[in-house]
């Protein structure tokens, strides 16, 4: 059975940082793509980052670059995504999701697998 434990999540004031965390278990983690999306409150789901599975490839949406980081672990099946100087309009729930192919930018459709979220609040 599939499952993402994704954490990392919460309220930080703008200029903040944070780094999310998903930790997968029930495929063979070190054979898929994985992706964060995020969904800001009356917005469509939005692909913010993808790491190949070998991190020989990494692309951002425009807005994060340069702010966001995304790196993974295929020792610990895990996928972080750092993200620094936060903005407001970075609040939303962000999903991590995994699929056999990469992905440049980030494409719903083709994701397998995805994670339940965790909520990112930036406020003062």
């Known amino acids: 059975q599939v499952q993402f434990v994704e954490s990392g999540g919460g309220l930080v004031q703008p200029g903040g940082s944070l780094r999310l965390s998903c930790a997968a278990s029930g495929f063979t983690f070190r054979t898929y793509a994985m992706s964060w999306f995020r969904q800001a409150p009356g917005k469509e789901r939005e692909g913010v980052s993808c790491i190949s599975r070998s991190d020989d490839r990494r692309n951002y949406a425009d807005s994060v670059k340069g702010r966001f980081t995304i790196s993974r672990d295929n020792a610990k099946n895990t996928v972080y995504l750092q993200m620094n100087s936060l903005k407001p309009a970075d609040t939303a729930v962000y999903y991590c999701?995994?699929?056999?192919?990469?992905?440049?930018?980030?494409?719903?459709?083709?994701?397998?697998?995805w994670g339940k979220g965790t909520l990112v609040t930036v406020s003062s």
């Open positions: 999701a995994a699929s056999r192919y990469y992905y440049s930018p980030p494409a719903a459709y083709g994701m397998d697998y």
